[in-house]
């Protein structure tokens, strides 16, 4: 199992707006190969930033990378340059493999 | 839902070690009220170590905090303090509730 994360520092007082982005996006996600879940979660508020990460959970990463090359994942990311006033930064991405 | 992260850099060449610690570790995590899954994750080997990290999963914060003050977590986490020489710096805990 593979899980892929991608982390959000978003600038205080914009968590419902980011919140909304994620309620109203459509993922395409459920069609695609070895696709297991996903979810949006929240960490703590720091001094400048809410921690957020994307966590979704594959089959293998070789299958999460099949996606992040197919056309179901640009269709997903199209407009995702839009919104910059609600990141401290940019998403760090993180990927993991299940060893245990 | 939420999950507990606790993120490990291990010096490079220790790896072997340090999963071998997680394969021999009682956990007595699966009577805890609450707990859900546990997986040890393993990211990507970074200039002078490789990102680690623990990934639990509860039915909620409550049930997770409950855990860390209780007689099984201590158990769970005697002898901790050895092995320092796996490490650069110190695990950095993180939490998340599931948003969505």
Excluded: C
């Amino acid at each position: 199992m593979y899980i892929a994360m991608n982390r959000f520092q978003i600038i205080k007082g914009y968590e419902d707006d980011f919140e909304q982005l994620w309620k109203n996006r459509e993922s395409y996600l459920d069609e695609v190969e070895g696709f297991l879940g996903f979810n949006l979660i929240k960490s703590k508020t720091y001094k400048d930033y809410t921690l957020y990460a994307s966590h979704s959970t594959w089959k293998s990463e070789e299958d999460f990378i099949s996606w992040t090359k197919s056309g179901a994942f640009r269709k997903a990311h199209q407009g995702a340059g839009t919104n910059k006033h609600l990141y401290l930064g940019s998403p760090q991405f993180e990927g993991f493999n299940v060893v245990q």
